[in-house]
């Protein structure tokens, strides 16, 4: 081979690229057939998995619902950030295979027709070892919640809390509402497994405060949807506040004045202190990263903080929410009841 043409090889298969239409990727199901999905809602991104064969059977291709937020997009919109990366690996792994092994043959090649008394020789070599990536232990397995959507029977699994089934959207405010609190249970539960998977202290800290926060901000949510959805079935023509709900003092006036009786007729007066506080530190976490403000300050008057610190969220405190909304909510499903 002449020096003009030592990479001809090389380039006949950088050439042979522009050919190739599609490359074919396998997203692999988990073991127990689940598949992962991600919300496409950038304001969303909750991920889920949805059984394989329902994900065939009884989602259609036009109308996918995020069980988080309620987002309908189609089907070939719900890949997971994780799902594309690995095609993306796929995909460049199977190009560079062929970029390499042209170079290869042309540096063998070459170096074969190096005169081998000469001064100076020069030889190519081509190094494509792959590089390990090391994923983090699994510790999401223990947190997971299966679903099972009482109208269409699809099946799905979810972290924390979900709402709405991603196969038709069904959204049954009761049973949502105690399987989100389930959700959010198993979490805290697990998070003994999570304390052994993850060896890195600052990771596992982070990880654990996430969690734990995540908890709060989800029972507050399920709190709220659920209260929304039966003050609708008692009164559907009276318009209120949007998330008026996340207002215990608001919420507590609005049932008052529909059912006669208010949040301090259900709970104790210390439980509804405790309930307050756990709802505006949600506020916190929402709208300012968890920093204490004169607004928290008066509404609680939490003498542990002072402006400008963070807040420090317990899981016996998420725990004690979780009690109290769960307590508030069957007692208010219960006068409903009775009213109708």
Known sequence: MTKNGMFDGTIKALEGLTKIGKISVSIQDDEEDYFDRECPSEDCLFQFKILSEDWKNKV?????????????????????????????????????????????????????????NSFISMTIKVDNTPRQ???????????????????????????????????????????????????????????????????????LKNTILLIVENGLQNAVTAFQRCVEAKYCEVDSTTKIRRNAFQNLAEGSQIWKDVIGKGYDEFISADDLFLLKRAFQQRHLLAHTQGIVDENYLVKTNDQRYKIGQRIVVKTEEVLACLQLVEKLVEAIILECKSKN
Request: aromatic share 6%.
């Open 60 to 116: 259609s291709d036009e109308a996918v619902h995020c069980p988080n937020c309620g987002h309908v997009a189609d089907s070939d919109k719900w890949w997971t950030k994780e799902q594309i990366e690995h095609a993306k690996q796929v995909a460049l792994a199977q190009i560079s295979s062929r970029i390499f092994g042209a170079l290869r043959k042309d540096a063998e090649n070459w170096n074969r027709n190096q005169p081998k």
């Open 133 to 203: 990536i090391s994923l983090p232990p699994a510790v999401i397995d223990p947190m997971r919640l299966k679903i099972t959507c009482p109208k269409c029977d699809c099946h799905y699994a979810v972290i924390g809390a979900a709402y709405f089934c991603p196969a038709c959207g069904h959204n049954s405010a009761e049973q949502q509402f105690r399987l989100s609190l389930n959700g959010i249970r198993q979490s805290l539960n697990a998070l003994d497994d999570v304390r052994a998977a993850i060896s890195d202290k600052d990771v």
